[in-house]
T-cell receptor, first 111, second 113 residues
Framework: GENVEQHPSTLSVQEGDSAVIKCTYS??????FPWYKQELGKRPQLIID?????GEKKDQRIAVTLNKTAKHFSLHITETQPEDSAVYFC??????????FGQGTRLTINP | DAGVTQSPTHLIKTRGQQVTLRCSPK?????VSWYQQALGQGPQFIFQ???????QRGNFPDRFSGHQFPNYSSELNVNALLLGDSALYLC????????????FGPGTRLTVT
């Protein structure tokens, strides 16, 4: 079955700097890769996603890149702000089927 | 437009008891997936319901069962509770007609003592 590895487990950056979180997946059948942000005590919130027919997608300060050959995808956050502090999860699925999540990255933005 | 809702918010049960958690999907969604999130970990897939049938199941024992109703709402039942079942139980809704996005509810925090 699918296995998703996420790195780093913790990340601390200065406000205004960029943050990058990387994930690898094992199942070549996976074609959908969402990223979720989870603040303490709250639900995972979908922030951006990408499908396997696209190499990069941007939404304001957030971007995701996908390398199907290497089976890895990354989340890029630019101009980080204190409200970006949270736990971020990557996930992979084959279409609308089960999401397999990474272990999470705790991102801390230092003012 | 109401998002995904879950009830109850918190629940405390004793080992060996049974529990039922409830989920109402986002308006327009017809598919419900359940996930278990242990403290400090990513959500783990339990099962997915579509057209009132279990369409896919994760690596969870038969003590975990579910149901989907004609209005697309869903229940998760856990029998013979173990201490290790203590977790946040998340429901996510989606619909293939709109893409693959799954939107999560606020979760039910289950504590087994």
């Amino acid at each position: 079955g699918e296995n998703v590895e996420q790195h780093p487990s913790t990340l601390s950056v200065q406000e205004g700097d960029s943050a990058v979180i990387k994930c690898t997946y094992s199942d070549s059948a996976s074609n959908y890769f969402p990223w979720y942000k989870q603040e303490l005590g709250k639900r995972p919130q979908l922030i951006i996603d990408i499908r396997s027919n696209v190499g990069e997608k941007k939404d304001q300060r957030i971007a995701v890149t996908l390398n199907k050959t290497a089976k890895h995808f990354s989340l890029h956050i630019t101009e980080t702000q204190p409200e970006d502090s949270a736990v971020y999860f990557c996930a992979a699925s084959e279409g609308a089927q089960k999401l397999v999540f990474g272990q999470g990255t705790r991102l801390t933005i230092n003012p | 437009d109401a998002g995904v809702t879950q009830s109850p918010t918190h629940l405390i049960k004793t080992r060996g008891q049974q529990v039922t958690l409830r989920c109402s999907p986002k308006s327009g969604h017809d598919t419900v997936s359940w996930y278990q999130q242990a403290l400090g970990q990513g959500p783990q897939f339990i099962f997915q319901y579509y057209e009132e049938e279990e369409r896919q199941r994760g690596n969870f024992p038969d003590r975990f069962s579910g149901h989907q109703f004609p209005n697309y709402s869903s229940e998760l039942n856990v029998n013979a509770l173990l201490l290790g079942d203590s977790a946040l139980y998340l429901c996510a809704s989606s619909t293939e007609g709109w893409g693959y996005e799954q939107y999560f509810g606020p979760g039910t925090r289950l504590t087994v003592t």
